[in-house]
T-cell receptor, first 114, second 118 residues
């Protein structure tokens, strides 16, 4: 398996622009997670899905953030409009239903909003 | 709410030596899982080792082992025969399984930056 695939690896955008981050989870994994990593706050869970259904989005910072999972093999995280404080590394991860064996992370997308 | 604390922001060790990274956590749960993840400069988050709270035996993966003290809520990582490739951020993480049918949330500590020196 190719692992969890995220794109793009780097994204630089201007304040106010829409940004879409993409993720392909490992085939057969039931759960998908979006995390954000910053120096100040560390790794924070933004949202997670079970069987394509959003379960907990309490970590989504504002209405500017939205996430979708239209099918088992694809998810997006969208920021509209983007702001400089959204600059961070965004990770997607997936796991089997229980998560007992840990999550498999993608390589992350480094987002810079200027 | 569960919290995970890593009290050592940075550590260094000489190549071939042994180093121990500390982690403590706070929970009222009896059953849970603990993990150590490694994040090298490449940014990839890599699972190093996992521990099930109901197992008393400490987990071991090659040069990596843990000292799990459930009563003290402590979960330290020992790296033996340190190698240059072990240089990375190390994150301790806690997960409480949700038996209600949804997924447990993996909660991370702030990390320890480990440098292995030649």
């Amino acid at each position: 398996d190719a692992g969890v695939i995220q794109s793009p690896r780097h994204e630089v955008t201007e304040m106010g622009q829409e940004v879409t981050l993409r993720c392909k989870p490992i085939s057969g994994h039931n759960s998908l997670f979006w995390y954000r990593q910053t120096m100040m706050r560390g790794l924070e869970l933004l949202i997670y899905f079970n069987n394509n259904v959003p379960i907990d989005d309490s970590g989504m910072p504002e209405d500017r953030f939205s996430a979708k999972m239209p099918n088992a093999s694809f998810s997006t995280l969208k920021i509209q409009p983007s702001e400089p404080r959204d600059s961070a590394v965004y990770f997607c991860a997936s796991s089997y239903y229980s998560g007992a064996y840990g999550y498999t992370f993608g390589s992350g997308t480094r987002l810079t909003v200027v | 709410a569960q919290t995970v604390t890593q009290s050592q922001p940075e550590m260094s060790v000489q190549e071939a030596e042994t180093v121990t990274l500390s982690c403590t956590y706070d929970t009222s749960e009896n059953n849970y899982y603990l993990f150590w993840y490694k994040q090298p400069p490449s940014r990839q988050m890599i699972l190093v080792i996992r521990q099930e709270a109901y197992k008393q035996q400490n987990a071991t993966e090659n040069r990596f082992s843990v000292n799990f003290q459930k009563a003290a809520k402590s979960f330290s990582l020992k790296i033996s025969d340190s190698q240059l490739g072990d240089t990375a951020m190390y994150f301790c993480a806690f997960m409480k399984p949700d038996y209600g049918g949804s997924q447990g949330n993996l909660i991370f500590g702030k990390g320890t930056k480990l440098s292995v020196k030649p």
